[in-house]
């Protein structure tokens, strides 16, 4: 980045005390050379640089918010929520990202709303990308799936039906902060649930509050974190790039 922007200064200044005489290639540059990156043979794959979160065998990426391992159950290439034994942490901390996650409501029975395959998908262990199911289940929009939880609805309701496998596919740009832990960028934002847009670069306001509003305190890099919210939501292929 810095090498770039010394070359385009320098070709600024040089295109200046030339009288703008400008040339197509006073404009280009050659490095530095972004990293060859091999993308997946299908889409959804993972590409050569992500690190592999999840690839359907065991839980030795993740472990325990709480006492110990991880206690979620692996079974046919899925990892799936225990019921209350409490959210899943990766053992790796992240900054910026791409994530891929893919996810699978349970069946409904009676329940409704908050209480219909919630789950979540926190980034940076506080900030929350709501996971629920999203078919024929009405609910607060800014709660509702493809939301960022209680912070920003999603621009379209894009979970296709209760028993498919959803894909998220989440942009992040962890926040910035500078002396005394003062907040110099937010983070930012995008999402996209089964290839729809549902959230453009969106600027948090902080993290995610239940009660009460967000706000910004200052971290590092963090762990991803899944939440347990009690009913058995199913996931496969986790895979994130560090940016
Ligand atoms: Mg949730």
Redesign the pocket.
Known sequence: MKQTVILLTGLLIAGALSGQQWKPQSTEWYYPEPPVVKPGKTAGQAPSDAIILFDGKDLSKWTSTGEGDAKWEVRNGEMVIVPKTGAIQTKEYFGDCQLHIEFKSPAPENHRG?HRG???IFLQSIY?V???DGDNNPTYVNGMIGSI?KQSAPLANAYTKNGEWQVYDIYWKAPVFGAEGKLETPAMITVVLNGILVQNNYALKGHTAYTGLPEYKAHGRLPLML?D?GTAVAFRNIWIRNL
Do not use: I, R, T
């Open positions: 908050q919630n789950s979540g929350e709501q996971v629920l939880y939440q919210h």
